[in-house]
Nanobody, 124 residues
Framework: QVQLVESGGGLVQAGSSLRLSCLASSGTILYSIMGWFRQVPGKEREFVASISWTGGSTDYSDSPKGRFTISRDNARNTVWLQMNNLKPEDTAVYFC?????????????????WGQGTQVTVSS
């Protein structure tokens, strides 16, 4: 069992940066693919980024590509999402998730454990 806790969200202006953190407060993220998703009210939770357990492979959805960077430190049981040049359309609740899949998945159903989410609001 892995418990994930996100932090780092907040209210920022367009063009600003934020770094989200995801800490495994129990269990370990070692050998797990880690992902970030986001969700706005009334819409499906959408894939943002994922990273292999070694950190050697990453995947990004089209929207944040080039602006967001996912990284991890297994020794610290932590995954980060660095978000630069934020846009109002990035406003959402951001969720961290862990997957036991063998390849980087984008489907929500492929992730086994989820955090509670952290709110990111970008004003124009």
């Amino acid at each position: 069992q892995v418990q994930l806790v996100e932090s780092g969200g907040g209210l920022v202006q367009a063009g600003s940066s934020l770094r989200l953190s995801c800490l495994a407060s129990s269990g370990t993220i070692l050998y797990s693919i880690m992902g970030w998703f986001r969700q706005v009210p009334g819409k499906e939770r959408e894939f943002v980024a994922s990273i292999s357990w070694t950190g050697g492979s990453t995947d990004y959805s089209d929207s944040p590509k080039g602006r967001f960077t996912i990284s991890r430190d297994n020794a610290r049981n932590t995954v980060w999402l660095q978000m630069n040049n934020l846009k109002p359309e990035d406003t959402a609740v951001y969720f961290c998730a862990a997957s036991s899949a063998r390849v980087l998945p984008r489907k929500r159903e492929s992730y086994n454990y989820w955090g509670q989410g952290t709110q990111v609001t970008v004003s124009s």
